[in-house]
């Protein structure tokens, strides 16, 4: 249990204090149960520290936790190839994330598909005969410019890919 949330903390929510936040959870449940969110953002709040951060500094946590309990990973995972096979032609597909975690996913999953082949580089011609599947329509990702953050504080994390089914 104790190392289920270490890895959830550390994998999910890229969290460097994850060993120590679990382990603070695990004594103060012991004790009495955590009950609210408040409860927990203090507890991880008391760990961290504030630090003079702009983001409170237990939002490691409940995004790690959201995404565990949520399944996002899995759910972004077998999502993608069968939207990009349910596209036409020409059809596209814009996905936003809304951690690096998702985006990586994404950015991986969109360059390979576009890319093709998956021959090792030292074979001198293609022998898989694995054609591209879609054209990037964004080379690089594309963020929030900051009058939309500042209209929309909750953007200020998202990140957009789209394609192009070719």
Known sequence: EWEDLVRILRDYGEERKARAISRAIVERREKAPIQTTRQLGR????????????????TRTFQALRIAVNDE??????????????LSPGGRIAVISFHSLEDRIVKRFFKAEAK???????????????????RLLTRRVVRPRKAEIDANPMARSTRLRAAEKL
Do not use: M, N, W, Y
């Not at 507890?43 to 237990?58: F, W, Y």
């Open 43 to 58: 507890l991880v709040q008391d760990v961290v520290g504030s630090g003079g951060r702009r983001i409170h500094p237990a």
């Open 73 to 86: 990973i899995g759910q972004i995972e077998r999502f993608l190839e069968p939207a990009i096979r349910s």
């Open 116 to 134: 093709g082949c998956t021959c090792p580089p030292s074979l001198p011609v293609c022998v898989c005969g694995k054609k591209p599947l879609i």
